[in-house]
């Protein structure tokens, strides 16, 4: 679905640190931006924060989740 570059796990290991979200989760999002566009969103979540129709991709030092909407917009994206 969703493929991670290693600079980008490194990016997100990185700002998880800096942030104090270590252990946390990405949830990755994508909002209607009006005009044929969307915005993709980045936020940490903390265990017990999971929506039931999410995604859950296992990335080793962290988890990806992606809710049923925004999984259609992933599809193939790195």
Same mark, same amino acid.
Do not use: C, W, Y
């Given at each position: 679905?969703?493929? %991670?570059?290693?600079l980008a796990r490194r990016k997100v290991l990185e700002v998880a640190e800096a942030e104090n979200r270590k252990g946390d989760a990405?949830? %990755?999002s994508v909002h209607d931006g009006g005009t044929s566009m969307v915005q993709y969103a980045l936020n940490f979540v903390a265990a017990g924060e999971e929506r039931p129709d999410d995604t859950v991709l296992?990335?080793?030092?962290?988890?990806?989740?992606?809710?049923?909407?925004?999984?259609?917009f992933l599809e193939g994206a790195t």
């Open positions: 679905m969703l493929t %991670v570059t290693e990405l949830r %990755v296992d990335q080793g030092e962290f988890k990806i989740h992606i809710d049923a909407e925004s999984a259609k």
